[in-house]
């Protein structure tokens, strides 16, 4: 009897952990696919430095940098450093809510439904974890995006992630470059990204118009996307700078930060602030929604 029940509690944790990872990787997918050009320019953007009109890398406003992008990179630039994501996007975001899921139990704090609480510290730690796992292919993204020649002239995702490893290794002057940074602002993103959206979900009731609960969904996740990013963009601008920059000055996460404001003032901190809005304000909305009804389509279909 005791054999049979804990067989089917294995069963039902590896089901629960395959509709997490399925669901959670759609998300991710789907939103870096669409999203992808808004993250490149906010990129552009954090590693400005110049205030020179003549510097390439000087943008007026979020069409400056596309109109310059498309003018002299061509339209395949929107994309460039896209396969680090692709690669790594689908097990990021199933690592995301998989983990979020298991904290989430862990940060009950002996109650028997989640609190906000919860959600927020749950959030935080997936937010670890996943960082931990994304930053080499943030490291190789960061300076896919940088260069500014056309994508036929610049060099391949492989031919970048062999240079830093011959030169730079895999530690953190290598394809960890930047990991403190990548940890706080995933941690901090996900930790309002999670605590607001399933805070306020659960205090909405469910509309019985699947296209007002639709729209609603996409309402909580683009206000947490959205706030979640002005929240965390100081840690975003300073991993920027670490993994970007060629400036050795870039070192550590509150070192970096303090070099920012104190030779370029506080507004620098927030560098790419509206294209970063406008990729996860949406992206958010996308993932959340897409886990949402992706996590109920795989539920439905294995377990019953």
């Not at 704090?109 to 989640?114: D, M, Q």
């Not at 959205?226 to 965390?232: F, R, Y």
Request: proline share 5%.
């Amino acid at each position: 009897m005791a054999q049979l029940q804990l067989e089917k509690k294995n069963k039902s944790f590896l089901q629960d952990a395959i509709i997490q990872v399925g669901a959670g990787g759609s998300a991710g997918f789907i939103e870096v696919c669409i999203m992808h050009p808004m993250d490149l320019v906010k990129t552009r953007f954090q590693l400005q430095v110049s205030t020179a009109k003549s510097d390439p890398m000087y943008y007026t406003g979020i069409r400056d940098c596309m109109s310059k992008m498309y003018r002299n990179e061509g339209i395949t630039a929107f994309w460039k450093g896209i396969l680090p994501p692709i690669i790594v996007e689908t097990p990021k975001r199933a690592v995301k809510f998989l983990t979020f899921e298991q904290y989430k139990q862990f940060f009950l704090f002996g109650f028997n439904v989640p609190t906000p609480l919860t959600f927020s510290c749950a959030g935080f730690f997936a937010g670890v974890t996943e960082a931990i796992l994304v930053n080499p292919f943030e490291v190789v993204k960061v300076k896919l995006q940088s260069n500014l020649k056309r994508v036929k002239d610049s060099p391949s995702t492989f031919a970048v992630t062999k240079e830093i490893i011959v030169n730079h290794g895999l530690g953190t002057n290598g394809l960890n470059k930047g990991l403190s940074a990548t940890i706080m602002r995933n941690a901090v993103f996900n930790s309002f990204y999670f605590g607001f959206y399933h805070s306020v979900k659960g205090y909405i009731p469910v509309q019985k118009d699947p296209w007002i609960e639709f729209l609603t969904k996409c309402g909580i996740g683009f206000t947490s996307g959205s706030i979640a990013s002005c929240l965390n963009i100081p840690f975003d601008v300073a991993k920027s700078r670490i993994q970007g920059s060629t400036n050795k000055e870039y070192k550590g996460t509150i070192n970096t930060i303090c070099i920012i404001y104190k030779n370029e003032g506080f507004r620098a901190l927030y560098k790419g602030l509206l294209p970063k809005v406008l990729r996860l304000g949406p992206g958010g909305a996308i993932m959340l929604v897409v886990y949402d009804y992706m996590h109920a389509y795989l539920t439905n279909t294995l377990k019953n």
